[in-house]
């Protein structure tokens, strides 16, 4: 769903704007925090592997502490970005007045549309034999389709 959302946003920018401008600065900050969600929630579910005999009290635990600390994080973010760093962030301030170089396109229209179907298909395979790994790897692992198909597929 976020993808499609992510995807909608994108063609409406679109429609507005006809050359879109890429901070490096925003988005390294982006991914970073991404990354740090990431382990933040793998490292419950790796707990909770190497230790399965135990009682999932502490794994929780840490997933509970774990979101409070992305909360802060993302909170802290969102003031480094607003207030305090607001200049680093801001795509209008970058040097408009120097020309910048016209770039090729590697391929061509019809040479893009046939590698975006080629990938289609390959990505189209590739989910077809994860969907079909579902049953098996819910009976190996003992969890249930639901938790499998509400919270790890659209990870995916």
Known sequence: MLRSLVGSEMCIRDSYYTEQKFNKTGAGANTTLLMLSAFAM???????????????????AISHSASVILGLMYIQFLFFQLHTHKHMFNSLDQDDDEEEEEEEAPFSVGGSIAILFCVTMIVALCSEALVGSIEALTQEWGISEAFVGIILLPIV
Do not use: D, K, N, R
């Open 42 to 60: 793998v490292i419950p579910a790796i707990f909770v592997q190497s230790y399965p005999e135990e009682e999932h009290g502490s794994a929780l």
